[in-house]
């Protein structure tokens, strides 16, 4: 039987309606919820919780292939502070989410990819996945 890895190389982001390119997800988010606090006196000493109900989704770390006019869109979007659909797709799974870029770092090329720069970008996802 042939086992076949997957990996997030090869995905594409798609902010506000318009493909910014393929990206290297480094960071996937995290899908969590909070706890309430419901220990009172009649629970025997110990802690006791309930789920909050509020769903939170965490960051995104993308590193994306640099290419010509990406970095003024991207500093763009985030100078006047748009919250927007997002897509990052690849072959196995799809985000879908209206966020928001927190940073854009662009990063030297380097010895895995001496012909490409990058830019580390970082998404905060509002809302729910979709």
């Known amino acids: 039987m042939t086992t076949v890895a997957t990996s997030n190389y090869g995905s594409t ?29 009649a629970g025997g000493g110990v802690s006791e919780f ?15 292939i640099a290419q010509a006019g990406i970095l003024t869109t991207l500093k763009a979007a985030l100078a006047n502070k748009t919250i927007a659909p997002n897509i990052i797709g690849n072959a196995v799974e ?9 940073s854009v770092k662009p990063e030297s090329a380097d010895a895995t990819s001496p012909d490409a720069n990058k830019y580390t970008v970082v998404v905060a996802a509002t809302g729910a996945l979709t």
Do not use: R, Y
């Not at 997800?25 to 220990?39: M, R, Y």
């Open 13 to 41: 982001w798609t902010f506000n309606g318009a493909v910014v390119g393929p990206c290297v997800v480094q960071d996937f988010p995290e899908i969590s919820t909070g706890k309430i606090e419901t220990t009172n006196h």
């Open 50 to 64: 309930i789920p909050s109900g509020v769903v939170t989704l965490g960051e995104i770390t993308m590193s994306v």
């Open 94 to 102: 799809t985000f879908t989410f209206n966020g928001f870029i927190m």
